[in-house]
Nanobody, 119 residues
Framework: QVQLVESGGGLVQAGESLRLACVAS????????VGWYRQAPGKQREWVGT????????NYADSVRGRFTISRDNAVNTVYLQMDSLKPEDTAVYYC????????????WGQGTQVTVSS
């Protein structure tokens, strides 16, 4: 089992920055990738980006590439989402997702953290 706790959300103005953190506990050695997703009111959950636990390779959605950066600190089992040049359309609840791939795929989710960007 893996447990995830996000933090760092808040209210900012357009153009400002925020850094979210996702702290993992439990069987963290089993994690293959950690992703960030977001869900705005009335919309489906949207993938933001992913980082691999071992090599640190990253991928991003087109909507955030160049503005958001995912990094990790395996020593403290934490993945970060640095969000720069925020836009009102970035307003959403942000969730982190840990994927464990063995024989099957297991997905673990945090409780989410609210990010609100005012214009």
């Amino acid at each position: 089992q893996v447990q995830l706790v996000e933090s760092g959300g808040g209210l900012v103005q357009a153009g400002e920055s925020l850094r979210l953190a996702c702290v993992a506990s439990g069987d963290t050695f089993r994690i293959t990738t950690v992703g960030w997703y977001r869900q705005a009111p009335g919309k489906q959950r949207e993938w933001v980006g992913t980082i691999t636990r071992k090599g640190g390779s990253t991928n991003y959605a087109d909507s955030v590439r160049g503005r958001f950066t995912i990094s990790r600190d395996n020593a403290v089992n934490t993945v970060y989402l640095q969000m720069d040049s925020l836009k009102p359309e970035d307003t959403a609840v942000y969730y982190c997702n840990a994927v464990v791939i063995t024989v099957n795929r297991e997905d673990y989710w945090g409780q989410g953290t609210q990010v609100t960007v005012s214009s």
